[in-house]
T-cell receptor
């Protein structure tokens, strides 16, 4: 079974631009979460999508947004890029078990974004 | 104070040693506890997954959770140079409609010396 895929793998942008990152979850996984990883702050939760709806959101400004499509694929968008947005952006998918039980999240390789 | 505290290291041990990695947390709502391994320029890879308190063993890896002390551990026996990576603890609680977000520790960089 193929793992989580993310595109592009590397991206260089300048301040003020916007960027869209893409994530394809493992087949059959319906929940997609996004995380930002930086050396200073570590891994931080951005948001989670399930059935095309945002179910959970972290403490990031409104410049960070996302969406999920009917095939569970997800995109995240960052508008008006700042230097501090340079990071590894990771996508994780899970099956979303019934009954509210916890579920393991499987990560993709990430998109490394550099803002100049 | 962060919800999850993890010593970032670095930690360097000789091949064959037993490695102990630990995290403490403050949120008593956490029910699910995980350890991920991350190699340089790769995404985190799930190593161990535990629900509530107790021990779980998988090959050379043992995960322990002590909810009363809000303390989790990962032990690596007979460590190998290929175990050299950053180890991240993560934990979560289940929210409304099954929503789940992982809260990570800072990660411990581990090097196993041949």
């Amino acid at each position: 079974k193929a793992g989580v895929t993310q595109t592009p793998r590397y991206l260089i942008k300048t301040r003020g631009q916007q960027v869209t990152l893409s994530c394809s979850p493992i087949s059959g996984h319906r929940s997609v979460s996004w995380y930002q990883q930086t050396p200073g702050q570590g891994l931080q939760f951005l948001f989670e999508y399930f059935s095309e709806t945002q179910r959970n959101k972290g403490n990031f400004p409104g410049r960070f947004s996302g969406r999920q499509f009917s095939n569970s694929r997800s995109e995240m968008n960052v508008s008006t890029l700042e230097l501090g947005d340079s990071a590894l952006y990771l996508c994780a998918s899970s099956r979303n078990l019934a009954g509210g039980r916890g579920d393991t999240q499987y990560f993709g390789p990430g998109t490394r974004l550099t803002v100049l | 104070q962060k919800e999850v505290e993890q010593d970032p290291g670095p930690l360097s041990v000789p091949e064959g040693a037993i490695v102990s990695l630990n995290c403490t947390y403050s949120n008593s709502a956490f029910q699910y506890f995980m350890w991920y391994r991350q190699y340089s320029r790769k995404g985190p890879e799930l190593l161990m997954y535990t629900y509530s308190s107790g021990n779980k063993e998988d090959g050379r890896f043992t995960a322990q959770v002590d909810k009363s002390s809000k303390y989790i551990s990962l032990f690596i026996r007979d460590s190998q140079p290929s175990d050299s990576a950053t180890y991240l603890c993560a934990m979560s609680a289940i929210g409304i409609q099954g929503a789940q977000k992982l809260v990570f520790g800072q990660g411990t960089r581990l090097t196993i010396n041949p």
